[in-house]
Each structure stands twice: as C-alpha cells, then as structure tokens.
C-alpha cells in the first residue's frame, strides 16, 4: 500500500501521460482511449487511483453525440461519473489517507453561485451554470488518476471493494427516498406498499432500500425471467410483468425508474390516496399516448397525490447511499456487477446484453 511520506509524493509527481477514456461531445464514434497529461494541482488536493468506473445510460448517450460538452478550452471530455477510486495522495486534515476507497461526487455548484448551490443543494441549481464531472465541462473519473476536493470525495467501506462502484447510483436512489419521505410530512405517512418500476441498477438498487425501510415492495418489469426476478426475489420484494392494475394493493409510494411515459400515467392513476410517486426516470421524448387528464388530475387532486422530479444528488445522499450499501449482503450486490470490461475493451462496456444490469469498465 502506499504511504503518505515525501518517498511517494515525489514519483507520483513524475508519473507519465496516463490513459483515459475520452470523447468529443456532439461527435458519435469519437470516443477512445487517448494519452492526457497527469491531472492538474488546480482539480483538488486529493490525488486518486481509478479502480473502476460504472456505465449507465447517460454514457452511452454522449459516446453517441447525443449529449454532454467539453471542459472550457478543449474539443475532448474525459467522460465517467460513476467511479471507484483509491487515494494516493492526501493533504493532513483532508479526512483523507492514502489506500483509502473513494468515490467522487458528480455535480459541483455554480460559480455565481445560486442560493441553494451556496447552501451545498447544488443537486437543486436554479440557474443551469452548474458543471458536473464526466459529462458537462468538467473531465470525469475514466482516467487512470484524477485530482478533487476533498469536500467532494465520499468514502467507501472497505469491506465492499470493487461494489464501491454502486455508490452513484445508490446516491440518486437515495435522494429519491428523501424526497418521498420529505414530500409524505405534509400528513401523517406511514407508507406500507411500495412499487418499484423498472429492474435496472437504479430500479434494483430503490428496491433495495425500500426493503431496508421495512416496506412490502413490488417491482415491475418485462423481462419474465433470468437474473432480474431472481434479484428482486432474494431481496424479498415480489417480482411483477403484469399491469399496475393487476397488483394487489395500491401502492403507497411509487419510484418510477424507467422514463416510459405509459407507465408514469399507470402509476400517477393507480398510486393509493396521499401516496407519493418518485419520477427518476427521464423520457426521451417523442412518443404520443391517450391520456385522460382530467381523471388524472381529478384523483391527484381529491386523493391528495403528489409527484415529484428527482435527478443528481448532493453529499448526504453520496453518504446515505454508502450507509445502505454497507449495510447490504455483498453478495447481492456482486450479482448487480454482471460484466467487468478492461479499459483497452470499452467498446463491450456500451454494448448492452439481454442479462446486463451494471456494467464495469475497470482500469
């Protein structure tokens, strides 16, 4: 293990160009793993090792020039926000130690900066001029070193090792369950029932906590077999194919991870009186359905509905997230990493399988 003594310092210093995974925002096909220079003082005091990066769905949109923008100045993004690191370097009174396992948070406040980014809810910038790391003019976490600050690096129980990885999505799973929580104090709300739409990591990982809270969870999905309904099972939660309709209860509270726009409508009908429904998914647009909007919001309105919008997360979710994670049997979480991918091979990573749940690029 390395040690913090000027014996380490002094070579980390005077390491090579070191590999990356690199895009130019807007190109599709431009993504490759380049040489880029070690990463600079002015990024932070933390110096960190990647270990690995997860891959989602925002990912494969900017490899495919769909989305994201390059740091001030350059034509390339390092792209990679879901990551698990290990500190090489760190300042006395950090709260850091070299060896240490960490993962840096995505999103860093705007410069203005707004009120709540200056209250450290910067998951809730009201002006738009927010960065966020790997995706929006700030390089991500899929080079083989990155630089932060302190105050924006979480830890990791050691005890999960490579499962650290899981940390990002666990943080935006777990501001969804704030923001149920929070958003259920306007009444007395004791929820027992809770669907989950959607078996993806986010999806699995919502249903996870929701079995944490002590609540009955149903989790909806088309796949009829493999290894989603076996997850879901040996979570002890109810694994659902049918219609929102056909299930036993009206559930209390509803975490929408899919973005289909056909199900968000079943749930917003069919969600028990007072219950909250949790949309984290995002839609791609484009797609008409038959709504009748007027019972919809005849019955949010007379059965006291709510539905809220939850994306990103700040720090206490990055540590409630760690909390449920170290708290999980790690060999269900093992099951969630179904495919390890070495970095010369990330062209596998974005190619998505019929049993794929979280993919890991590992450097």
């Known amino acids: 293990m390395a040690t913090s003594d000027q014996s380490f310092i002094v070579p980390a210093c005077k390491m090579v160009p070191m590999k990356a995974l690199t895009v130019i925002p807007g190109k599709a096909g431009s993504v490759e793993v380049t040489d880029v220079p070690e990463p600079p003082e002015s990024d932070g005091e933390v110096l960190v090792e990647t270990m690995a990066i997860g891959v989602c769905g925002t990912d494969i949109e900017i490899i495919s020039g769909a989305y994201g923008w390059p740091p001030e100045g350059r034509n390339r993004l390092i792209i990679g926000h879901e990551s698990l690191g290990r500190v090489l370097e760190a300042p006395k009174g950090s709260g850091f130690s070299p060896g240490d396992l960490v993962v840096g948070i995505v999103r860093r406040p705007d410069p203005v900066p707004c009120d709540n980014c200056a209250a450290g809810e910067w998951d809730f910038c009201r002006n738009g001029q927010y960065t966020e790391r790997g995706i929006k003019s700030h390089d991500g976490y899929c080079s083989e070193r990155y630089r932060i600050?302190?105050?924006?690096?979480?830890?990791?129980?050691?005890?999960?090792?490579?499962?650290?990885?899981?940390?990002?999505?666990?943080?935006?799973?777990?501001?969804?369950?704030?923001?149920?929580t929070s958003t259920g104090k306007r009444a007395l709300f004791e929820p027992k029932t809770a669907l989950v739409t959607g078996a993806g990591p986010i999806g699995l990982l919502a249903a996870l906590m929701g079995k944490q809270m002590g609540l009955d969870v149903y989790v909806t999905d088309q796949v009829t077999e493999g290894l989603k309904p076996e997850l879901v099972s040996s979570l002890g939660a109810t694994y659902h194919t049918g219609p929102i309709t056909s299930l036993p209860h009206q559930p209390d509270v509803v975490i929408e991870c899919t973005g289909v726009g056909s199900l968000v409508f079943d749930a917003m009908e069919h969600i028990a009186p007072g219950g909250v429904l949790c949309l984290t998914g995002v839609s791609?647009?484009?797609?008409e359905i038959a709504v009748d909007a007027g019972l919809v919001n005849r019955t949010m309105v007379l059965e006291n509905e709510v539905v809220v919008g939850s994306v990103n997360a700040n720090r206490r979710h990055y540590e409630a997230g760690a909390e449920a994670l170290a708290k999980a049997d790690s060999r269900w979480l093992e099951r969630l990493l179904t495919r390890h991918v070495k970095l010369e091979s990330f062209a596998d990573a974005f190619e998505r399988k019929a049993d794929d749940v979280k993919v890991v690029i590992e450097l």
């Open 149 to 180: 600050e302190a105050q924006y690096l979480v830890k990791v129980d050691p005890k999960l090792g490579t499962l650290g990885v899981l940390l990002e999505p666990a943080s935006v799973v777990a501001k969804a369950w704030e923001q149920v």
């Open 284 to 287: 791609s647009g484009g797609r």
